[in-house]
């Protein structure tokens, strides 16, 4: 099984805009951005948000991210356009705003659909709380399963991947980690829902992005995986690998051993500190095919196995490191 897909935040190419505009006024386009991104060594598709990217007809807008060389991997849903989504957006308490939130969710996934793509991420971080006793937890719980079920029935040959996260901009999201996750996919119950598991995302929630992983796959569908990097503290948006190599490497190991075949979506933030987008996104190409390399060399090592049989911590460490660091 290859990973040979590679996907980009879009926004992240208006970092340091001087660098590749050096007569550019104001901030760059949606276009000039995937402009951008399209001159990236490796990268085979894009990622657009709905309806921040897609102002335009949704067929024309994914013709001309062909034109530049590019796939549109799929859609990412995002609740700003209407303030009172700050209080929730399948879960809000006025049914008027659950409606325009789960109308323009449906609306996304038709523009998804149009451009050839057949994924919509959902990042529900609105729909959550700040306080003690500010919901009723079973009706909250039941908005959100009918709103993501609903969502699913629009369009059952689209699939719709959940995307995790703790907390930001609520202090506690809904669907907070991989087992919560798991749980609402079950009680919606639709065939076309899986899950996207973003790298820092699991740091953050306490979990093992590998354990992770094949929790997804063996309780639903993994649909998405997001790599980046962080202190385990917050969403860090930092390059692969950059603090936790290991835990990497583990997550593509163990995901290509379940045969996941998606796009590896780069979900960092070059523009948090004005790095070059182009150079930070080509190094994240090639950190992972250096860490599937390794993961060659393991799946090759049958000593590693029979580690993880005796559940030997020592030996596993030892074979890793032999993969991992070259000999002095």
């Known amino acids: 099984m290859t990973l040979s897909r590679f996907a980009t935040r879009l926004n992240s190419f208006g970092s340091a805009p001087h660098l590749f505009w050096p007569d550019l006024s104001g901030k760059p386009t949606f276009m000039q951005m995937a402009e951008r991104a399209a001159t990236a060594k490796g990268l085979t598709d894009v990622d657009l948000n709905f309806p ?3 102002t335009d007809d949704a067929a024309t807008v994914g013709r001309r991210i062909n034109d530049l060389g590019l796939s549109v991997n799929g859609l990412a849903m995002r609740y700003y356009t209407n303030p009172a989504f700050k209080l929730g957006a399948f879960t809000n308490p ?3 705003v659950r ?8 609306r996304g996934v038709d523009a998804a659909r149009a451009m050839g793509a057949d994924l919509m991420t959902l990042w529900l971080g609105q729909d959550g709380f700040d306080y003690n006793f500010q919901l009723d937890y079973a009706e909250a719980w039941d908005l959100e399963i009918d709103g993501i079920r609903e969502v699913a029935e629009h369009d059952p040959a689209c699939q719709i991947s959940i995307e ?3 907390d930001e901009p609520r ?7 991989c087992a919560t996750t798991l749980l609402a996919i079950q009680d919606v119950g639709a065939p076309n829902l899986g899950v996207t598991l973003d790298f820092a995302h699991a740091l953050y929630a306490g979990e093992q992005p590998a354990y992770a992983a094949h929790l997804i796959h063996r309780r639903s569908k993994l649909l998405g995986v997001h790599l980046n990097d962080g202190y385990a503290k917050r969403d860090d948006g930092l390059m692969v690998g950059a603090v936790h190599l290991r835990s990497t490497l583990e997550l593509l190991r163990q995901i290509r051993r379940d045969g996941y075949e998606g796009a590896l979506y780069f979900d960092t933030f070059p523009d948090a500190s004005g790095l070059d987008p182009v150079a930070e996104c080509e190094t994240n190409i090639e950190t992972v095919h250096r860490l599937l390399s390794v993961a060659d060399r393991l799946d090759a090592d049958n000593r590693l196995g029979e580690a993880q049989s005796r559940q030997d911590g020592v030996a596993s460490q030892s074979i890793v490191n032999a993969a991992l660091i070259a000999s002095a």
Not at 99 to 106: G, N, P, Q, S
């Open 99 to 106: 409606r325009e939130a789960i109308d323009m969710t449906k």
């Open 171 to 177: 202090a506690h999201a809904l669907l907070r980690d």
């Open 52 to 54: 921040d990217h897609v």
């Open 94 to 96: 006025d049914k008027s």
């Open 164 to 166: 995790y996260k703790p």
